[in-house]
């Protein structure tokens, strides 16, 4: 079975910090995605950035970047200059190349920003 | 403007009535998806479907039930089968049904069960 592990439930950072955090995740596919959603305290889920396997680039949306490490099956997020905006749950999710687009989630870290 | 809408945002249920949690999505969308969400846990899949008129269950597909008759809508009925109904459900939608795309949310429904 797929499986995707996040092992900080909770984390928090001050204003304009760097924060990092972790996902794991387990697979025998060779080409898939991996995301990382945001779930802020409105329950809206909001795609946060998007790796693909096969890049040996990580992704980067503005603040936010990926340290995607393949043969590990590591792939954590990093905030920088974060803002009270920030502040949400942060899910890591996997759908698997033949697993007809389902998503396995994490556990979740709440992310708490500091002013 | 673009998006998947779920109706009601709240809804409750008294124990064994069925009740149908509504999403539709005008994103020209093949795949949607239903999951449910417990407090301070992960989503977890019910059913999902890559074209009208099929669906398959997800990982927790015993108490409920789906329709697929338009593209643009995906259903949920949560029957009085399900012993724990009460949580947060979340649809969502994407054009890839291989799993390489983006899925879109809808704002989500809470469920409770009186």
């Known amino acids: 079975a797929q499986t995707v592990t996040q092992s900080q439930p909770e984390m928090s950072v001050q204003e304009a910090e760097t924060v990092t955090l972790s996902c794991t995740y387990d697979?025998?596919?060779?080409?898939?995605?991996l995301f990382w959603y945001k779930q802020p305290p409105s329950r809206q889920m909001i795609l946060v950035i998007r790796?693909?396997?096969?890049?040996?680039q990580n992704a980067t949306e503005n603040r936010f970047s990926v340290n995607f490490q393949k043969a590990a099956k590591s792939f954590s997020l990093k905030i920088s200059d974060s803002q009270l905006g920030d502040a949400a749950m942060y899910f890591c999710a996997y759908p698997g190349g033949t697993s007809y687009g389902k998503l396995t989630f994490g556990q979740g870290t709440i992310l708490t920003v500091h002013p | 403007d673009g998006g998947i809408t779920q109706s009601p945002k709240y809804l409750f249920r008294k124990e064994g009535q069925n009740v149908t949690l509504s999403c539709e999505q005008n994103l020209n969308h093949d795949a949607m998806y239903w999951y449910r969400q417990d407090p301070g846990q992960g989503l977890r899949l019910i059913y999902y479907s890559q074209i009208v008129n099929d669906f398959q269950k997800g990982d927790i597909a015993e108490g409920y039930s789906v329709s697929r008759e338009k593209k643009e809508s995906f259903p949920l009925t949560v029957t009085s089968a399900q012993k724990n109904p009460t949580a947060f459900y979340l649809c969502a939608s994407s054009i890839d049904v291989q799993g390489f795309g983006e899925q879109f949310f809808g704002p989500g429904t809470r469920l409770t069960v009186l």
């Open positions: 697979t025998s596919e060779s080409d898939y995605y």
């Open positions: 790796q693909e396997a096969y890049k040996q």
